[in-house]
């Protein structure tokens, strides 16, 4: 039986034909680069750039393509700046920005991308890295993919986590060089449509509510969060994985407590590796649950918060719980 092609073909408009993604790696260290390159020819890009990280620093005009890769696990001064502006660069040329960073630099890479909408890996494996580019290629303008029927982002946010676990159980991606005889284009991903919207239910009027519901006691939460984190301790944690509901329930808690609560806190909050949490961050403040706050003292910090309609739909449900005197967890 021949193997499958899983080969993302161009696809013909009128007379012309869709190239291959444009795609551009910056990163330091010469191995990472080489890897980042092949993982990109894997899943059918085209490089047109593969440099150091420090030629960001530079004057010269480097070529974005469609897509930039970047790997950037330690920030200085000088870096911070460069991000920024490539974070500028991408947002207007409607280009796609993934980086790979670690959990020490992550509030600051965080603070300095406020406008590409980047995908953040932290210590990505070369797996993690191709699930990052497929996704790419999912939001990708023009290739024609197919909208979802019956699915949402929601479902594709699953599927991609479990594609991501069993590909590390595996073995995954990792030390498995491209080879030429390999099909180009390792990935088809069908477009997403607009996330956690119930069937029948206007987008407008999810979670809001008709008046203000009380703030709840923020030490009954945190303890609901401790006895959660304490089921860890005699079963297998994946078990009761809900990052969902525990990054809510961390944010609720922070409201009631007046505190701000950085992105790296709250990718441990969730209970989950912080590459998986920033992706169920990314796809919540799509669904306006979540939002981006700037630190007003120092503007390469941000902070991550609910929204008020989000507050308000926690709100009402521990009220209701409480109500009926049901145990919340």
């Known amino acids: 039986m021949p193997?499958?092609?899983?080969?993302?073909?161009?696809?013909?408009?009128?007379?012309?034909?869709?190239?291959?993604?444009?795609?551009?790696?910056?990163?330091?260290?010469?191995?990472?680069?080489?890897?980042?390159?092949?993982?990109?020819?894997?899943?059918?890009?085209?490089?047109?750039?593969?440099?150091?990280?420090?030629?960001?620093?530079?004057?010269?005009?480097?070529?974005?393509?469609?897509?930039?890769?970047?790997?950037?696990?330690?920030?200085?001064?000088?870096?911070?700046?460069?991000?920024?502006?490539?974070?500028?660069?991408?947002?207007?040329?409607?280009?796609?920005?993934?980086?790979?960073?670690?959990?020490?630099?992550?509030?600051?890479?965080?603070?300095?991308?406020?406008?590409?909408?980047?995908?953040?890996?932290?210590?990505?494996?070369?797996?993690?890295?191709?699930?990052?580019l497929?996704?790419?290629?999912?939001?990708?303008?023009?290739?024609?993919?197919?909208?979802?029927?019956?699915?949402?982002?929601?479902?594709?946010?699953?599927?991609t986590e479990q594609v991501a676990q069993l590909a590390q159980r595996l073995g995954g991606l990792e030390g498995a060089p491209a080879t030429a005889g390999r099909a180009k284009g390792a990935f088809r991903f069908e477009s997403p449509r607009p996330a956690f919207a119930a069937q029948g239910d206007d987008p407008g009027d999810r979670l809001v509510a008709p008046a203000r519901s009380a703030l709840p006691d923020a030490r009954m939460i945190r303890q609901i969060i401790r006895n959660r984190q304490a089921r860890a301790r005699f079963f297998d944690g994946e078990l009761f994985a809900d990052p969902a509901w525990d990054?809510?329930?961390?944010?609720?808690?922070?409201?009631?407590?007046?505190?701000?609560?950085?992105?790296?806190?709250?990718?441990?909050?969730?209970?989950?590796?912080?590459?998986?949490?920033?992706?169920?961050?990314g796809q919540m403040t799509d669904a306006g649950l979540l939002k981006r706050v700037e630190d007003p003292s120092d503007r390469r910090r941000a902070f991550i918060a609910l929204t008020d309609s989000a507050a308000d739909g926690m709100f009402r449900y521990f009220a209701q719980v409480g109500a009926g005197g049901l145990a919340v967890v």
């Open 3 to 132: 193997p499958a092609n899983f080969a993302y073909a161009p696809v013909e408009a009128g007379d012309a034909v869709t190239l291959p993604l444009a795609l551009s790696v910056f990163a330091d260290r010469a191995m990472v680069r080489t890897q980042m390159c092949e993982d990109a020819e894997l899943a059918g890009f085209r490089i047109v750039a593969a440099e150091p990280v420090d030629s960001l620093l530079d004057d010269a005009i480097r070529p974005l393509g469609d897509v930039v890769l970047l790997d950037c696990p330690d920030m200085a001064g000088a870096r911070l700046a460069a991000l920024a502006r490539l974070d500028m660069r991408v947002a207007n040329a409607g280009a796609q920005l993934i980086v790979s960073t670690s959990l020490d630099a992550l509030d600051a890479v965080f603070g300095c991308l406020d406008q590409s909408a980047p995908q953040i890996l932290i210590a990505p494996s070369r797996a993690e890295r191709m699930i990052a």
């Open 247 to 281: 990054i809510l329930l961390d944010l609720t808690a922070a409201r009631a407590e007046h505190a701000q609560v950085s992105v790296t806190s709250l990718c441990i909050a969730s209970g989950v590796p912080p590459t998986t949490a920033l992706r169920w961050i």
């Open 134 to 159: 497929g996704r790419a290629l999912a939001y990708a303008p023009g290739l024609h993919v197919r909208e979802l029927e019956e699915q949402d982002r929601l479902t594709l946010l699953r599927l």
